[in-house]
């Protein structure tokens, strides 16, 4: 019976540097994205609101979450 063994070195450090910094741009350019899409300001906002002004944009305090995820989510 024979064993074999296969061991995979990087010969080129300097392209794997490279590679991974093109990976962690790539991962923060999707945070700033995911972030920026993030609606938790809006809801913030309207739940500061008194009843009256959500009452006077037709809104009931426990539908907020409804109307301001109102075209992502159909309900």
Known sequence: MAISTTVF????PALRARFDGFLTA??????A????RSRIGEIRALEAKSDAELKAMGIKRDQ???YVFRDVFYV
Request: charged letters at 10%; proline letters at 0%.
């Open 9 to 12: 070195h990087a010969e080129r």
């Open 26 to 31: 790539l991962a923060q350019a999707y945070t």
């Open 33 to 36: 994205y995911a972030n920026s």
């Open 64 to 66: 907020i979450a409804q």
